[in-house]
């Protein structure tokens, strides 16, 4: 070796010698060892250029890696850096078994929408479009932004008498004006009759096309108008994403709060759009011109008021909105996902040689995971690729910690990012809203339940340092008098009262609480003038008391008469001998719950399954387990944390009724018969009632076990 095949690096090694060293007259041997350690030191800092930019968690990938707990060989890049940044946090295994299934936040739904815009040229898509149901397929076409623009049949002599004698301030002047000049000119000719100048069709849909459906001021223009009529939801969702900023100012300014409402909610749940809009903007001005513009019969009139109909106005074109594409795409492409056809190299002739094969043995051959892999490559991040949970979680999680997780938002934002709850948008922000830090871990507890006596006092213990919301319930116990009115609550130490104007019969069950009170189950048409009072912290008396409310008999009969009145009015008979004085026994049971806070703790609230993120990952080794580990990690010390899961359970019952009617008479005999026939009609009820049982369902955290306390079955 000679000093001028030597690497960069080895040259660096000898510019450290001496300055009188001369490389030339060195030994050969010296010049080797030079030579072996700047191409080892080479080698080394492009590997180190490698890692560096893998241990950016946005450009890390983790193919075919095992997890960070296994052996280094078999990590990959996510798995180094969650070793680097969280040490061992409570096993990572959760953090890498995703479900192959795809869910609406797996998918880019307006690339792939693109895609099926021309499924001929590409054979995988080809072969899915074929498979979709028709109703998608439909679906699919009128999300196209070709489904926006204009037909030259569209634009009548009706239309273009509405553009020519427009007033000023109105949306057809506007219109006009958006016209080229050489249209305008056209439109100049028109004379008002049933036939209208060669050409001008073909022009106003051309200009409509080109300068109407791409105009980003038509509606902050023409926005009084607009915002008066009843536009459909895809044209709302997607008026609160183009133009949020108009929107914000909006809310912000209004002085109602109806008005501010309606702006935030729109804000809300606006559908997120690129910037620039490009094809959602067309979108949204084809449907706000139909809504301003709607087809119909109309009264005559060649100039009707905006959203009333005319026999010239535009059809509406369905454009749907972006979650009804990506629910469907969803669908459709999991249950292909099942298909072993699918899996055929003729499908992805982009695949280097062998790559089927690869992934093959890579998933044991499982048709869900081969499926969806090559899906992944197929379709060039319109699908995300399957680690891509990983790399959002991990990345959230590093965010969190590097900024605090002690905190109640921190602790929120820990749970929500290891359930793959990431980012700003509507479903994102409505599903980390769902998780909830209870501090103090509070226990539902009855503080009191016995019977009281009429005007009696009841003693309660509250164990907690501050006051507690209680609810107080009390049933009546059938008696000698007919009801109780009046119904009222006293805390003796403050003389705070609370009266129930209603009245209590034998059976009847009374709750109040704060502001709310419930008889048997349902909100009474009473209210409460004032809340219940709290209950103060040691221990406070109650008194529960009544008006007695008994009926007169004989000459009263019919008349109603609180205890303690002896005689009746002038001319009616005296009830003294019949009259009912404060009861001796019991009025009823009191029951008084509450919750006792415990210092030093809190709970983490969870629902069990939230659509869109927790369905993501396999079931078995759900990330779901992962939770209490995490929170234990990130938690200050000394303090107790608690993970606590709910699920809602929902059914529907549907109710048919039949009418049949038979008139019979002397010279009549009609039978009429009223038979349920599409379109069908409901009608929806709901009530709450009280059957005097309980049972308590336990549910393990796998689901795989289910049973009551009682001899009731599940299911």
Request: net charge negative; proline share 7%.
């Amino acid at each position: 070796m000679t000093v001028d095949t030597l690497t960069g690096k080895g040259r660096g090694i000898l510019l450290r010698l001496p300055h009188f060293y001369d490389p030339e007259g060195a030994g050969q041997i010296l010049l080797d060892v030079v030579g072996t350690t700047g191409r080892a030191l080479e080698r080394a800092e492009a590997d180190l250029y490698r890692v560096l930019r893998a241990h950016h968690v946005e450009t890390a990938d983790n193919e075919a890696a095992e997890g960070y707990t296994a052996p280094l060989e078999r990590r990959g890049d996510l798995d180094r850096i969650l070793a680097l940044y969280l040490e061992q946090l409570g096993g990572t295994s959760q953090l890498v078994k995703v479900s192959p299934a795809l869910t609406a936040r797996s998918l880019d739904a307006r690339a792939l929408a693109r895609r099926f815009a021309r499924p001929d040229a590409d054979p995988i898509h080809a072969w899915l479009w074929d498979r979709f149901s028709e109703p998608t397929r439909i679906l699919l076409t009128r999300w196209q932004a070709a489904n926006a623009r204009f037909r030259a049949e569209e634009i009548t002599a009706g239309t273009a008498l509405a553009l020519l004698v427009a007033g000023p301030g109105t949306l057809e002047a506007y219109l006009r004006s958006r016209l080229r000049p050489a249209t305008r000119e056209l439109l100049d000719q028109h004379d008002g009759g049933s036939s209208v100048p060669d050409g001008l069709p073909e022009a106003v849909a051309r200009d409509f096309d080109a300068r109407v459906l791409s105009d980003p001021d038509l509606y902050p223009r023409n926005a009084a108008l607009f915002d008066l009529l009843p536009l459909p939801e895809a044209a709302r969702r997607l008026r609160g994403g183009i133009h949020r900023g108009l929107l914000r100012e909006r809310a912000d300014a209004a002085a109602d709060p109806a008005e501010r409402q309606r702006w935030e909610g729109e804000l809300a749940w606006a559908e997120p759009v690129p910037a620039p809009p490009g094809d959602d903007l067309a979108r949204l001005n084809r449907m706000l011109l139909e809504a301003a513009w709607p087809k119909g019969a109309g009264d005559g009139d060649t100039l009707p008021a905006a959203g009333e109909a005319r026999p010239w106005g535009l059809e509406p074109r369905g454009i749907p909105t972006l979650s009804q594409v990506r629910d469907a795409l969803v669908e459709e492409l999991n249950a292909a996902l099942s298909d072993e056809r699918m899996a055929r190299e003729e499908l992805f002739p982009g695949l280097e040689p062998g790559e089927m094969e690869a992934v093959r043995a890579r998933f044991g051959g499982r048709v869900e995971w081969v499926n969806r892999i090559l899906l992944e490559r197929a379709m060039g991040g319109a699908v995300e690729v399957s680690y891509a949970p990983y790399r959002e979680r991990l990345l959230a999680l590093i965010q969190v910690l590097r900024r605090g997780a002690s905190t109640r938002r921190g602790i929120v934002d820990v749970v929500a990012a290891n359930l793959g709850i990431l980012g700003d948008d509507p479903e994102a922000r409505a599903a980390r809203e769902l998780i909830q830090v209870v501090e103090y871990a509070p226990r539902h507890l009855t503080f009191f339940a016995g019977e009281l006596d009429f005007w009696g006092e009841v003693e309660v213990e509250n164990p907690n340092r501050t006051d507690a919301e209680a609810e107080f319930r009390f049933t009546m116990r059938a008696a000698d008098y007919r009801e109780l009115a009046n119904v009222r609550l006293t805390e003796m130490g403050t003389r705070e009262s609370v009266e129930w104007p209603g009245r209590l019969r034998g059976g009847d069950r009374l709750v109040l609480r704060g502001s709310t009170v419930l008889l048997n189950g349902i909100a009474p048409p009473e209210s409460l003038a004032r809340p219940v009072p709290p209950l103060p912290p040691g221990r406070s008396r109650w008194r529960f008391d009544a008006d007695v409310v008994v009926h007169g008999r004989e000459a009263a009969q019919d008349r109603e008469w609180p205890i303690g009145r002896f005689d009746a009015e002038s001319g009616e008979a005296a009830i003294f001998d019949e009259t009912v004085l404060a009861p001796s026994h019991p009025s009823g049971m009191v029951e008084v719950i509450s919750e006792a806070y415990e210092p030093g703790s809190f709970t983490v609230s969870i629902p069990w399954n939230i659509p869109g993120f927790t369905d993501k990952f396999e079931a078995e080794d759900h990330p779901r387990q992962q939770i209490r580990a995490l929170v234990d990690r990130v938690k200050a010390a000394g303090v107790e944390a608690r993970v606590a899961y709910h699920e809602r359970f929902r059914e529907e019952h549907e109710i048919g009724d039949a009418l049949r009617l038979v008139v019979a008479g002397r010279l009549l005999k009609e039978v009429h018969e009223v038979i349920e026939a599409p379109p069908r009609m409901f009608s929806r009820q709901g009530a709450a009632e009280d059957h005097g049982a309980q049972d308590t369902l336990v549910l393990t955290g796998m689901f795989d076990h289910t049973r009551f306390d009682s001899l009731n079955g599940f299911g």
